[in-house]
């Protein structure tokens, strides 16, 4: 059988922007005799998540992520179907999930490698076990109840900055629920901060690229800034945190904006922001949803449930076809998404 497969071309050095060109689409030919506990699979849809931007590196700098070799398959979260089976757990038809899914149209995996997931618990819409009933809805949710000490009653007010990405989406609508009084969004386009507001509940966002951040959160902060939900780090957060009141919460999920630069993760805070946070007894504890897996299956449950009942809404950009994967990522790294940013690969 013919299938197509992605490959890493050549890496785009620790301080260089990532481009399509970083990856190769190839054909082989895939011979589908299993052995006992192999499965075929069909991809369905690929994930692209910035963490991806340090497995590009010769040294992804951190333990629990793998570089990717050149000229070998990429990997990354994927969802599919089970095609044929020698394997006792799975069988044709079920649906199954991976953290290393194979950046191919199908592929001959271990079975065990594979969690079994009940399409019910989406709604049928099997992209979202790679987004908001996925690693993403884990972090926004675990994010906030591990590091946000968000209290009902408390009239507190959240910033999340990547607010119209998948995570951040996500955070401030898990942040409004759970008790905040005001939800505001950074983000970087006039369509996202309309999506915000005016699909998600936000109480105000602003669009970075144009407008002036620290004017605009003292406008929409009147009472300050109790929790951020930090997905960018840099300068739009240096601005955030000095606008935050004594006894706030940082979030730290991820720091996007560093992520083409070789600095040390989480990079290091400048003086100013150091002594603000000292000063003002503010916490900022690095959040890693992978600690948090014992957490994961009640959580996965809730956000199911969240959404089912239209208590959150889910937004997607969808790409289709496993020839622009590298495309994907590299838009979704520039801000090219709305919501999550998924591949489709096969109906
Ligand atoms: P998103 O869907 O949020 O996509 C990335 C977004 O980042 C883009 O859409 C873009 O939106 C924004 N962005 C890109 N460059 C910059 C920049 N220089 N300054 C400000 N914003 C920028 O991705 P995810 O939701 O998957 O991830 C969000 C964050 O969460 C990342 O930092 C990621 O590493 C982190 N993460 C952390 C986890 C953890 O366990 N701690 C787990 C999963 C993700 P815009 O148009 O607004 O610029």
């Known amino acids: 059988m013919q299938v197509q497969r992605v490959v890493l071309d050549c890496r785009p050095g620790k301080n260089g922007e990532p481009s399509p060109g970083n990856f190769r689409l190839e054909q082989i030919s895939l011979t589908p005799d299993l052995k006992d506990g192999e499965v075929l699979v069909r991809t369905l849809y690929l994930s692209v998540d910035p963490y991806m931007r340090c497995r590009m590196n010769e040294d992804s700098g951190a333990d629990y992520l793998t570089p990717w070799q050149l000229s070998e398959c990429v990997d990354g979260g994927g969802v599919g179907v089970v095609e044929t089976s020698r ?8 649906v199954i999930t991976s953290f290393n899914w194979p950046w191919q149209t199908h592929a001959v995996v271990k079975g065990d490698g594979l969690q079994k997931v009940d399409p019910q618990m989406v709604d049928g819409h099997l992209s979202h076990f790679l987004g908001a009933v996925g690693i993403t809805g884990l972090t926004a949710l675990l994010g906030v109840r591990e ?13 999340v900055s990547g607010a119209a990405g998948a995570c951040g989406s996500l955070a401030g609508q898990i942040g409004r629920l759970d008790g905040c009084v005001r939800v505001v969004g950074i983000c970087g386009s006039d369509e996202k901060c309309k999506a915000l507001v005016e699909d998600l509940g936000f109480s ?22 109790h929790v951020y939900f930090d997905n960018v780090g840099g300068a739009i957060s240096d601005i955030v945190i000095e606008q935050m009141n004594k006894g706030g919460h940082v979030i730290l999920c991820g720091q996007i904006s560093q992520y083409n630069k070789d600095v040390p993760y989480p990079p290091p805070l400048s003086d100013k922001t150091k002594e603000i946070l000292q000063s003002r007894s503010i916490t900022r504890e690095r959040f890693m949803v992978l600690s948090y897996m014992s957490k994961a299956e009640a959580a996965l449950f809730e956000l199911s449930h969240l959404i089912k009942s239209a208590q959150i809404k889910v937004l997607e950009t969808e790409v289709n076809g496993i020839e622009n994967m590298g495309v994907a990522f590299c838009s979704m790294m520039k801000g090219g998404n709305i919501g999550k940013q998924i591949v489709k690969i096969s109906d």
């Open 87 to 94: 394997c006792s757990a799975l069988a044709e038809g079920d």
């Open 147 to 159: 590091k946000g000490h968000v209290t009902k009653g408390a009239n507190q007010t959240m910033v």
């Open 204 to 225: 105000a966002a602003i669009n970075y690229r144009k407008e002036d951040v620290s004017a605009r959160l003292r406008d929409v902060c009147p009472e300050g800034i």
